[in-house]
């Protein structure tokens, strides 16, 4: 079992920065590929972005791709989100998220355990 809680969330002007954390619970936070999705009202939860086990590897929705980075501390236990030149159309909840599988990471159903969110609102 792990448990998730996010962090960092806000209200900021376009063009600004904010960094989410996701702290886990557990001993087994590094054998997670651990995520990072978004929901907007009205709209179904997406990807946003993933980081491999130990950190190796990373993929973006091609919507955040050279703007956000997801970077994790496993000595920590913690997921980061680094997200710069905010724009209106990433006001979401966002969620931090574990996978215990070995694909199919950019959907919603790989992941096996959810956090509660984050509100992020970027105004224009």
């Known amino acids: 079992q792990v448990q998730l809680v996010e962090s960092g969330g806000g209200l900021v002007q376009a063009g600004g920065s904010l960094r989410l954390s996701c702290a886990a619970s557990?001993?087994?936070?590094?054998?997670?590929?651990m995520g990072w999705f978004r929901q907007a009202p009205g709209k179904e939860r997406e990807f946003v972005t993933t980081i491999t086990w130990n950190g190796g590897a990373t993929y973006y929705a091609d919507s955040v791709k050279g703007r956000f980075t997801i970077s994790r501390d496993n000595a920590k236990n913690t997921v980061y989100l680094q997200m710069n030149s905010l724009k209106p159309e990433d006001t979401a909840v966002y969620y931090c998220?574990?996978?215990?599988?070995?694909?199919?990471?950019?959907?919603?159903?790989?992941?096996?355990?959810w956090g509660q969110g984050t509100q992020v609102t970027v105004s224009s």
């Open positions: 998220a574990a996978a215990g599988g070995r694909t199919g990471w950019g959907t919603v159903q790989a992941y096996d355990y």
């Open positions: 557990g001993r087994t936070f590094r054998r997670y590929v």
